[in-house]
């Protein structure tokens, strides 16, 4: 209950990026979320996968430059 309250202070298209960024949630949790909080299909389906997809780069880009000395060899 405490969770719901908290989530309901941000703007809901927020919470269902949020949630799509994060690796355990991924689109399996801000999908049923935001049918929940009765977003547009349309809508809901482009905030989940845009997380989604953002969130994956950041961790790649890191993974890159810390091997770039190990490669440079």
């Known amino acids: 209950e405490r ?3 908290w989530l309901s202070s941000f703007p809901d298209d927020a919470v269902v990026f949020a949630l799509a960024t994060l690796p355990v949630i991924e689109l ?3 999908i ?3 049918y929940w909080m009765r977003l ?3 809508r809901l389906t482009v905030l989940s996968v ?3 997809v953002t969130s994956y780069p ?3 880009l890191s993974l890159l430059v810390n091997a770039a000395p190990v490669l440079d060899h």
Do not use: E, K, N, Q
């Open 3 to 5: 969770w719901a309250g």
């Open 28 to 30: 399996r949790g801000a």
């Open 32 to 34: 049923p979320v935001g």
């Open 40 to 42: 547009h299909p349309v």
């Open 50 to 52: 845009l997380g989604f």
């Open 58 to 60: 950041l961790p790649s």
